[in-house]
Structure formats: structure tokens, C-alpha cells
């Protein structure tokens, strides 16, 4: 009998908690599903097949790019902190567990008396072994397991989210940093072109066939451009050392880079919203602090109600240690413990009321990086095509823009058109090459942002 009631005892306790357990995640599962309207489709024409074993970043067949942003991950600082925190929770999460399974406490002593003029009239040793073990009769303990549990998978997502947003942006930084090289390229190129036409207009001055306007004219565009070089190369050690600290490096501004951007990937099938929530990390975060906020709801719940706890020990005392476990010196003791609280200011009250306030915030949460997630998606199929035709524009504006300068370059050496004639075509043609080669960054910098709203694999 005595066997059977303490067979039954636990294996109540177990069934009660396991209820109370289905509960919070039938109730966390619903206000997820209740938390937006997922749409069926994207607003703007997407392909709907995604092939999450894609590495988004080896579509860009950049050896260095690549290079770069492992060694971001394995140095950079925010990320340590970021893992820090993943590792932390989990450790917590650990520790919660293990007030499910009993506790074993070992103590040993020695105690002396005697008088004050040196004798000593009694030695005691003293073994103890104490066992206790709450039974976790209405779910409390283990409903706070799921929620430190939930929150270190909050925090794992979180921790892989902060991977792709630092790989997105040691990309995006990369390529500002190729793309300054390359304007400040531009920039020379057009100083070189400039010097040439002041030598030209100069040697027409002194031949009398040019204005001494002329001759400032061009010195001041020459002027100018040097000035604007200075600020590229400028922005250019700014990317960098911006990029060495997102390595991990000491910012110097000393980075080796290659001149000429990556080709443009194609497009990515954005596959279908309703995968999107399951397959982006911040997302997944915040659905899994709705667990952790209805399992906490649980367990300040249950901390209204009677708790049951088993202590059992065994002690030996003896006068020597030889004797002390003895069976005439050893007793035992197993007592059963039940405590239900009568009174605490409403403190247990006011704990539920906070746990569901917490509730309402982590669904309203999610919802909100659902929402974010979706507008993210959207915007960049829009402008993954909007900067397409940005391109095919400006490719056709520089080609023309070049033609025309070629054409007046020659027209104001045979003295047909003026010098302001000239430099007006020729900014034309400098500034339609400068915003094609930031329409191509940009183009770049757009499919990093889409990766990085797809979640997938990085």
C-alpha cells in the first residue's frame, strides 16, 4: 500500500503538470495565429518557390567578400555579446530545470564542550544527509522551465539574426568602400580630361583666340574637382575604417580591396509569406517570447496554489567518527510538507496581472516584426525593379551623354561652340557615369537588404 500511494503520488503530479504545460503552448500556438492576417500572396508579382538551402552570399561569387565576413563573425564584438546572451539563457534555462528533480544536501560536524579550566567533558560527531523535493503538483516549476526555455530559444534567434544583419552589413559596407574607389577613379579620370582642356584654352588665350574668362573658367572647374576628390577619398577612408570595425579590426583605413564591384545576382524567388514567419530569426524571436510570456502566466498562476514538498534525512551522531554510522546512532526522517499561502498584499495577484500585460505586449510585438517583415519583402521586389529600370535609363543617358562630349570636345577645338558649351555637355556625361555606378552599388546593396528580409540561409 505504502508502495502504491507513493507510485500514484508522482505520476499525478506528472499528468496534472503535463496539462498544465499543453495549455500555455495551445494558448501561445492560438495568439500567434490570431496575431495578424497572413496574406496568401505578395501585393507586388513574386516568383513563390524559395529554396531555403541557397546561401544568399555565394550568389554574389565574391571570394573576398566572403573572406570578410567570416572574419566578422569570428571577431566582431557585438556579436560576442550577442552569444553572450545566447549562452546565458540557455544556462538559465539549465538552472530552471533543475528544480524538477530533488535536492541532496551532505553535512558533517564536530562539536566540543568542556570547562574553563581546559577540560573537556563531551565530543560529538555529527553525518547528515538531507533530501527534498518539491512536487510539482500544479505545473508552477515546470511552466517556468518552458519560459526560461522559450526565451534561450528567443535568444538563439536572436543571436542568428544578429549573424545576418552583421554579414549584410559587412557587405553593404564593402561595397560603399569599392564603390568610393571607383568615383574617385571617375573623379581623376574627369581631372585628367579638365587639365587637358586648360592647357587647350590656355594655348588659345596666347594665341588671342579665347577669353581670359575662359581661362578662369577652366581653372575653377579644375579647382573644383580637385576638391571633390579630396572629399571621395575622403568617405572612401571613412567606409573602411567603418568596415575594419565591423571586422574586428583596428580602424586605420588600411584594408586591401579589390577595384570593380561584383556582378548582380539574379532576383530571388521570394517564396510565400506564411513561410516567411517561419523562416526569419527575428521573427521566430519574438514568436517564441509569446511562449515564454503565457508559460510565465502559467506559473505566477500556479504560485497561488498549495505547494507539496517531500524532505526525508538521515544523521548519525556518535562521540566518535568510527561510531557515528552505526545503526543504534543513525536515524532517519521523512515528512510531507504542505504550504498554501493566506496572505501577501496581493503581491501573487498583481504578478498575474503583469504576466498578462507582458502577454499582450509579446503578441502586439510580434505582430509588429510580422508587419515590419512583410512591408521589408515588399519594398524590396518593388525596388528591385524600379532600380532595374533606373539602369537601363542612366546606361542609355551615359552613352549618349559620352557621345555628346566627344562631339563638343572637338567643336570647341575647331572654335565652333563655346567653352561653357563644352563643360556644361561634359558634367552631363561625368554625372550620368557617377549615378550609374551608384545605381549598381545600390542594385547590390538591394539584394543584401532582400537576403536579409527573406531570413534563409546566410
Not at 524567388?269 to 514567419?277: D, R
Request: aromatic residues 6%; hydrophobic residues 45%.
Amino acid at each position: 500500500m505504502r508502495v502504491s500511494k507513493f507510485i500514484i503520488l508522482p505520476a499525478m503530479v506528472l499528468l496534472i503538470s503535463s496539462c498544465a504545460t499543453n495549455s500555455a503552448k495551445q494558448a501561445s500556438q492560438q495568439a500567434v495565429k490570431q496575431a495578424i492576417e497572413t496574406p496568401e500572396s505578395w501585393a507586388i508579382k513574386a516568383q513563390q518557390y524559395n529554396d531555403d538551402s541557397i546561401n544568399w552570399l555565394k550568389t554574389f561569387n565574391d571570394p573576398m567578400l566572403l573572406k570578410f565576413i567570416a572574419e566578422g563573425k569570428a571577431n566582431n564584438l557585438d556579436l560576442q555579446v550577442a552569444a553572450g546572451n545566447m549562452d546565458r539563457a540557455w544556462l538559465l534555462a539549465k538552472q530552471s530545470g533543475a528544480a524538477l528533480k530533488p535536492t541532496v544536501d551532505l553535512s558533517l560536524g564536530r562539536t566540543q564542550s568542556g570547562s574553563t579550566d581546559g577540560g573537556v567533558s563531551n565530543s560529538n560527531v555529527a553525518v547528515g544527509l538531507d533530501v527534498s523535493w518539491e512536487l510539482d503538483v500544479w505545473g508552477r516549476i515546470s511552466a517556468g522551465v518552458d519560459a526560461a526555455t522559450a526565451t534561450a530559444q528567443a535568444a538563439e534567434a536572436d543571436y542568428n539574426f544578429a549573424q545576418h544583419s552583421l554579414s549584410a552589413n559587412i557587405a553593404n559596407t564593402y561595397f560603399l568602400v569599392i564603390e568610393a574607389t571607383l568615383q574617385a577613379d571617375i573623379t581623376v579620370k574627369n581631372l585628367a580630361t579638365l587639365e587637358k582642356g586648360m592647357r587647350i584654352t590656355q594655348a588659345k588665350y596666347d594665341n588671342g583666340l579665347s577669353s581670359g574668362q575662359d581661362v578662369a573658367l577652366t581653372r575653377a572647374n579644375l579647382a573644383s574637382a580637385k576638391e571633390q576628390l579630396i572629399q571621395i577619398e575622403g568617405s572612401e577612408r571613412d567606409a573602411l575604417r567603418a568596415l575594419e570595425v565591423l571586422l574586428g579590426r583596428y580602424p586605420d583605413a588600411s584594408v586591401e580591396m579589390p577595384d570593380t564591384l561584383p556582378d548582380l545576382p539574379q532576383q530571388p524567388p521570394a517564396g510565400i509569406p506564411s513561410e516567411l514567419l517561419e523562416r526569419r530569426p527575428d521573427i521566430v524571436s519574438a514568436e517564441r517570447q509569446i511562449a515564454s510570456a503565457f508559460s510565465a502566466t502559467d506559473q505566477a498562476k500556479a504560485a497561488r496554489l498549495p505547494s507539496f514538498s517531500l524532505t526525508t534525512s538521515l544523521s548519525g551522531a556518535s562521540s566518535s567518527l568510527s561510531d557515528v554510522l552505526k545503526p543504534t546512532n543513525v536515524a532517519w526522517k521523512l515528512a510531507g510538507n504542505l504550504m498554501a499561502p493566506l496572505f501577501d498584499g496581493g503581491r501573487r495577484k498583481i504578478d498575474i496581472e503583469i504576466a498578462t500585460v507582458e502577454q499582450k505586449q509579446a503578441i502586439a510585438n510580434y505582430a509588429q516584426a510580422a508587419l515590419t517583415a512583410f512591408s521589408e519583402i515588399e519594398n524590396n521586389l518593388d525596388q528591385g525593379a524600379v532600380l532595374a529600370n533606373r539602369e537601363t535609363a542612366l546606361s542609355e543617358a551615359f552613352r549618349q551623354s559620352d557621345k555628346a562630349y566627344s562631339i563638343a570636345e572637338l567643336r570647341y577645338e575647331e572654335g565652333e561652340i563655346e567653352l561653357l558649351d563644352a563643360l556644361q555637355i561634359q558634367q552631363q556625361a561625368i554625372s550620368a557615369e557617377s549615378q550609374l555606378l551608384s545605381i549598381k552599388r545600390a542594385q547590390l546593396e538591394q539584394r543584401i537588404n532582400f537576403y536579409l528580409a527573406l531570413g534563409g540561409s546566410w
